[in-house]
């Protein structure tokens, strides 16, 4: 019988399956199962979900900045991931990890995936201040948090899904473990640093579009600034 099923549809049947049957999925990762339909599925639902996203931040400042924003932010997550990735594979390997590289890109792409999920979920609410407030920094802190809270949430599925892929009764399961946890910080640490370079997302009112700004400041820096400017301090 031939496969009708749109190859859209073959694609979220992946993610769905990642988000229902988390266990049976990461177990088919361990396994080596059928991992570059998961790889490229996992791709194309998080980028369309990130992309989204990006586009609706970037529609407060103009549609320049919206199509901007909706290329530039699944960049984000996936030039970070590659960044990182390599240091992830060669510690395990180094400690004794067997798992193949393919099965380490799938497993980090989980995480991508269910933060994308997550973020499009905020979406909505997102939309909704974007429209009834103008206030720029409280916008600027509230993506703030939702990326935070959604980036930590991927982080902790990564760090669960990882021992379970990666754990191997072994010697240096231990020390394979906090190698994980140092680059889960890694991982973080770049994502923002990253964000930062490839900045802007919003766009500040009453500026002429700009696809990069100069390299100034930092990340926290900004974060800081704008909740001082938001309470009144400054």
């Known amino acids: 019988m031939i496969d009708r099923q749109p190859q859209g549809s073959k ?24 991992l570059p339909n998961k790889i490229i599925s996992l791709l194309v639902c998080s980028s369309l979900f990130l ?41 395990n390997i180094i400690f004794g990890s067997k798992r193949s590289f393919p099965q ?16 499009f979920s905020f979406a909505p609410i997102s939309l909704f201040f974007l429209i009834t407030t103008n206030n ?21 599925s990564l760090y ?10 072994d010697e240096g399961n ?3 473990k ?10 973080a640490f770049v994502g923002s640093q990253l964000g930062w370079t490839l900045r ?10 700009q696809l990069f700004r100069e390299r100034e400041g930092n990340f926290y820096l900004s974060v800081i600034q704008a909740l001082t400017y938001l309470l009144g301090f400054r």
């Open 11 to 34: 694609y979220f049947a992946v993610l769905i399956d990642l988000l229902r049957e988390r266990q049976l999925f990461l177990e088919e990762i361990r396994q080596g199962v059928r």
């Open 51 to 91: 992309a989204i996203y990006g586009g609706i931040i970037g529609a407060y400042h103009s549609w320049m900045q919206a199509l901007s924003s909706a290329v530039k932010l699944p960049a984000l997550y996936l030039i970070t991931l590659l960044i990182c990735l390599p240091t992830l594979y060669f510690c």
């Open 104 to 119: 380490h890109f799938a497993l980090v792409l989980t995480a991508v995936s269910v933060t994308s999920v997550l973020l």
């Open 136 to 156: 720029y920094q409280f916008l600027i802190l509230l993506n703030v948090f939702i990326f935070a809270l959604t980036g930590f949430i991927g982080i902790s």
């Open 160 to 169: 669960q899904a990882t021992n379970l892929v990666l754990e191997q009764e």
């Open 174 to 176: 231990k020390t394979r």
């Open 178 to 187: 906090k190698a994980l946890k140092f680059w889960l910080f890694l991982y």
């Open 200 to 209: 802007p997302f919003f766009g500040t009112p009453d500026s002429i579009f």
